[in-house]
């Protein structure tokens, strides 16, 4: 099992693609900002200080409300930017 952490920074209005993971967890800190995360189908509000939790294979996004920035860690067998399996979300629902 191997870790890697990165920061991700999303301007307001801005999201990430629906994704899962077949290799990795990862753990999201919200180090600044306000957004919706959704992890299979469930939205949640996020800000400053919230931690989530996305096990390998749940369906997630998130966008941002305003500036956000989050510390990504990623726990696995794999850590490769391969191991997406990106869906199609639409916000405007």
Same mark, same amino acid.
């Given at each position: !099992?191997?870790? %890697? =952490?990165?920061? %991700? !920074? $999303?301007?307001a209005g801005?999201? &990430?693609s629906y994704q899962r993971h077949f290799h990795r967890d990862?753990?999201? =800190?919200i180090v600044d900002g306000e957004g919706e995360i959704i992890i299979d189908g469930? *939205?949640? !509000? !996020?800000?400053?200080?919230d931690t989530? $939790? &996305? *096990?390998? $294979?749940q369906l997630h996004t998130i966008k941002a409300e305003t500036k956000l920035t989050i510390v990504e860690t990623q726990i696995g067998s794999i850590l490769s930017e391969e191991d997406i399996e990106r869906q199609n979300y639409d916000y405007t629902v």
């Open positions: !099992v191997s870790a %890697l =952490t990165k920061e %991700l !920074v $999303l301007e801005k999201s &990430i990862e753990y999201w =800190t469930e *939205k949640t !509000v !996020v800000k400053r200080g989530v $939790l &996305i *096990k390998k $294979l």
